[in-house]
């Protein structure tokens, strides 16, 4: 028996909505609910996949890159937080669980099994990239729909995402301390 056939009490579900106590209208609330929704899967996913690369990391640049990942995992959770703290104030319910992260976040899951790290790191770029021009496009729709608590939020967020970004281009820079090494060899 699954938790939600175990669970017949349910309330509310994600994008469904209640009122807000901070007289934004409600229908414009969902708008920004179901986009900060999605944020929310996509920021898990990319924090899942982080984390695997934070494990797995490895080479002459293991401790700066574990470190760094961390650092980024860290800081995506805080994101993914505060974006989900937000939905609730607006009168939405966050997704929570993988599976419905998955279905509702839109960047797709890194496959198992791939530990090569320069892809790896590709693929985070790739993802944080995918997340940075939906950031944009909800900062749009939350200043057309007047919630500039949410603009403000997302932009927050935006500006510490564009930079991580660079972070990760930068260790992807060529003169990297193995090719250094390799070439010496
Ligand atoms: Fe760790």
């Not at 994008?15 to 807000?20: F, I």
């Amino acid at each position: 028996m699954t938790q939600a056939e175990q669970t017949p009490n349910v309330r509310q579900k994600p994008n469904e909505m209640v009122g807000n106590p901070i007289e934004l209208q409600r229908e414009g609330a969902q708008q920004i609910v179901q986009a900060l929704n999605a944020d929310v899967a996509s920021l898990f996913i990319l924090f899942h996949q982080y984390q695997k690369h934070h494990w797995v990391a490895e080479g002459p640049q293991f401790r700066d890159l574990h470190l760094l990942l961390e650092e980024h995992y860290t800081a995506v959770h805080q994101q993914a937080d505060a974006f989900a703290e937000r939905v609730v104030t607006l009168g939405g319910v966050p997704v929570s669980g993988p599976t419905a992260q998955l279905q509702h976040g839109y960047v797709a899951e890194e496959p198992e099994g791939i530990l090569d790290l320069r892809q790896m790191l590709s693929n985070d770029i790739k993802v944080n990239q995918q997340i940075l021009v939906k950031l944009r496009e909800h900062i749009q729709l939350a200043r057309q729909l007047g919630d500039y608590g949410s603009e403000t939020l997302i932009k927050r967020h935006l500006r510490e995402q564009e930079m991580r970004t660079q972070d990760l281009m930068h260790m992807l820079e060529h003169e990297t301390l193995d090719e250094i090494l390799s070439n010496q060899q």
